[in-house]
């Protein structure tokens, strides 16, 4: 690419960042697109927003006073209000913008130059807008030329800085993690353990199996159980009713004593003429009868060998964890319980055999939609070089020559054609995981996290870099000693590409999270056609298993073209600095999480970057021995080891304390709980904390006098 395509690049995401920030200064103060970029606020003073205050021109003049207040908020007020998952993620950019802050010093000051007054790639300095952006890299410097070793030591260092640095923050996060603890309130699954594998003898229940068994062997903290259940059936049920609910609810409050009417048949086309309200109320009642004769069939056939068993103490089920519980070990078997709110309820419906099935089949899956993604990837590449593109398409040869054009071309619509395939992945990959058996919706996000990560860097780096044919990927794995070699033939050469995609789906794509787009044409959309309540206003989540992704793989470009292509950090950093800055805003004002994984996405964060850095190494070691220094290069080969040696420790040092938390802190925990008064109404809630929300609402249908009085229908009685 030449240097008038990427200016020409820069210019279209600059203007975007510019025309999403003016957009969403304006936007956000006008009262009615409060839901829309402050719905956190929104639904915490739902009823003091009803209200629509005077037109004034303040409103419609841009301010950033937003930047200003999302800085001053101190991590231990992030912490408190948003958690430590969201804290976890934004320390992944104070530790990125650390790292490329030393980055950019050392890259553009010192290498870069270097890289340009090399004559290697023999270009012409009098035509400089059509200068290739390769003789800014590490291309451009000769051949055994004594330069490299500014390279080499440039390597060392940078290793040692980005370790220093991850180990700060690894310490950090793991003190806070301790400290959460420490300071939280008492939390069912602290006090819970998931027990699978239950040997139920004939003649008695799940519950009483589980009872007998656990006052035995654990009489002193032993305190209830939950038999879980088969709900699959029910839930869709429920679900129905839930949908009747609203439309009904909502049909009533904008119609007030009027009645609709319309046809029963499809789409409200078909079918006899019914009153709407009494139809919805009809089919109401006949579900529920129909709800209350599945749950029987539930509670009486479809228990499934697994129950939530709760312990007085957090020690008690600790040991209950850790221990093995009976003599075989393939019956009661136990699982580390998470909250309430964030079990996922179908992960029960599946037998040991389905699941067996279901994992093997997302393998499959996973490496199909692998295969299928490498369409637009060689898509990409097929834009990025123009002359392959006009070998494909001989009748856009004509249009390709205009040069406004060819730079459009080739400076931005690759990478946004590779972001836009990119956003469907993340979706697919939680249906992947939620298949695979995981009891917690945390769980399946962590999952997708890592699949997503995964396959980040094989779609986009390596299918990108190694864009050669089809046999020169597998002589990859054919012939492992080449991998160097090859990975230094073929990465500095996708340099401008990578630029490229920082700035369109990283600058771009980062500041239209902060225009949200699609949310606020939903937003007047609803309004316009399906008014709907403020009991039906959802805040959004934060996907954490779709950006963190994007996030790390920006650090494992920066880290790999960190001596080759310098050029790229401080697009990098501006991102981050983008990045800190907007989604700061949003955790605090957007998103809200229903549930915490309590910081279990940083050691992720760990394995990439130093996945980041022995890939830098190896790429180290092949590009100084194609540059004919092969002492350089066989100096380099103790770097990784000594990465791995680093990394060795840090598992051992901290990710302990990311899988349980020590006797020590338990006990003392424990012992506060002894003088806590409120400790026996949580026991009491605790009892009750893990039964399935479905069969929760069946019992409570069950209390009532009569159907039309039941919690589905009595919120409906206007």
């Known amino acids: 690419m030449i240097l008038s395509a990427f200016l020409t690049s820069v210019g ?131 051949n055994g030329s004594n330069r490299l070793w500014i390279h080499f030591c440039a390597a060392y260092i940078f290793t040692a800085v980005v370790c220093y640095f991850l180990y700060c923050e690894y310490s950090y996060i793991f003190s806070k993690r301790i400290d959460c603890f420490n300071s939280s309130k008492p939390q069912p699954k602290q006090f819970t353990v998931l027990v699978r594998g239950i040997p139920v003898s004939a003649g008695s229940s799940t519950s009483e199996t589980v009872e007998k068994f656990f006052t035995e062997n654990y009489p002193s903290t032993y305190l209830s159980n939950s038999v879980v259940h088969r709900t699959s059936r029910l839930q869709a049920i429920v679900n129905e009713i839930e949908k009747l609910c609203k439309k009904l609810t909502r049909l009533k409050s904008t119609n007030g004593s009027e009645q609709k009417l319309s046809r029963s048949g499809f789409l409200g086309l078909f079918g006899k003429k019914v009153n709407l309200v009494e139809h919805y109320e009809s089919k109401l009642e006949d579900l529920e009868v129909k709800m209350k004769e599945v749950a029987q069939l539930s509670l009486a056939r479809e228990e499934v060998s697994a129950a939530f068993v709760c312990f007085k103490s957090r020690l008690g089920a ?134 997503m990560i995964v396959f ?41 590409f990578f630029i490229t995609y920082v700035l369109s789906s990283g600058w771009a794509s980062i500041s239209s999270e902060l225009f949200r787009l699609f949310p606020l044409i939903s937003w007047y959309m609803t309004r316009l056609f399906d008014r709907k309540s403020d009991h039906d206003f959802e805040v959004p989540q934060f996907s954490y298993h779709s950006v963190i992704p994007r996030i790390l793989f920006f650090g494992l470009v920066g880290i790999t073209y ?108 424990d012992k506060e709980d002894e003088n806590d008064p409120d400790m026996s109404e949580f026991f009491e809630k605790l009892v009750k904390a893990y039964q399935d929300p479905v069969m929760t609402r069946i019992r409570s249908s069950d209390n009532s006098d009569n159907n039309l009085n039941s919690p589905l229908l009595h919120s409906l009685n206007v």
């Open 12 to 142: 279209i995401n600059l203007g975007l960042c510019f025309l999403f920030f003016t957009l969403y200064s304006v936007l956000k103060n006008q009262p009615v697109n409060v839901p829309v970029y402050a719905p956190r606020l929104y639904k915490e003073h739902s009823e003091s927003q009803q209200h629509r205050d005077d037109f004034t021109l303040e409103r419609l003049l841009p301010s950033p006073g937003w930047v200003k207040r999302a800085l001053q908020v101190t991590d231990d007020q992030l912490l408190a209000i948003s958690g430590l998952d969201a804290l976890v993620f934004m320390r992944i950019f104070v530790f990125s913008l650390r790292v490329f802050t030393f980055g950019v010093i050392v890259g553009i000051f010192i290498l870069l130059p270097v890289n340009y007054l090399g004559n290697q790639l023999d270009d012409d300095f009098s035509d400089l807008p059509k200068k290739s952006l390769d003789s800014f890299s590490i291309s451009n410097v000769n």
């Open 562 to 669: 960190f001596f080759l292509a310098p050029l790229i950090l401080p697009f990098l950093l501006i991102f981050y600095c983008l990045g800190y800055v907007i989604y700061r805003n949003q955790l605090l004002t957007v998103y809200e999480q229903k549930y915490e994984t309590n910081g279990k996405f940083w050691p992720t964060v760990h394995n990439t970057t130093i996945f980041s850095l022995i890939l830098m190494h190896v790429i180290a070691i092949g590009i100084f021995g194609l540059k004919k220094l092969p002492l350089a290069s066989s100096l380099t080969i103790p770097l990784p080891i000594l990465t791995l040696l680093f990394n060795a420790y840090c598992r051992k040092r901290f990710l302990p304390i990311f899988k349980g938390y020590p006797t020590e802190c338990m006990v003392k925990r």
């Open 318 to 451: 600790a040991i209950a964890l850790h221990i093995q519980p009976g003599i075989n070990p393939t019956e009661w078997v136990t699982q580390r319980a998470p909250d309430p709110h964030d079990v996922y309820w179908p992960f029960f419906s599946a037998s040991v055999v389905k699941l067996w099935i279901a994992k093997l089949v997302v393998i499959v899956a996973f490496i199909a939609l692998t295969i299928l993604f490498l369409i637009p990837v060689v898509l990409v590449q097929g834009l990025i070089h123009l002359d392959q593109l006009e070998k494909w398409f001989p009748f856009l040869k004509g249009v390709l020559k205009i040069t406004l054009v060819s730079e459009v071309v080739t400076g931005y619509l690759p990478s946004l054609i590779l972001q836009m395939f990119l956003s469907f992945v993340p979706p697919i990959l939680v249906v992947f995981s939620s298949m695979q058996g995981s009891n917690s919706i945390s769980k399946i996000e962590i999952s997708a996290c890592t699949q």
């Open 456 to 496: 980040t860097i094989w779609n986009i780096y390596f299918a990108n870099a190694v864009s050669g044919s089809a046999l020169y990927r597998v002589r990859m794995f054919i012939e492992p000693k080449t991998i160097p070699t090859i990975l230094a033939q073929a990465v500095p050469a996708q340099a401008t």
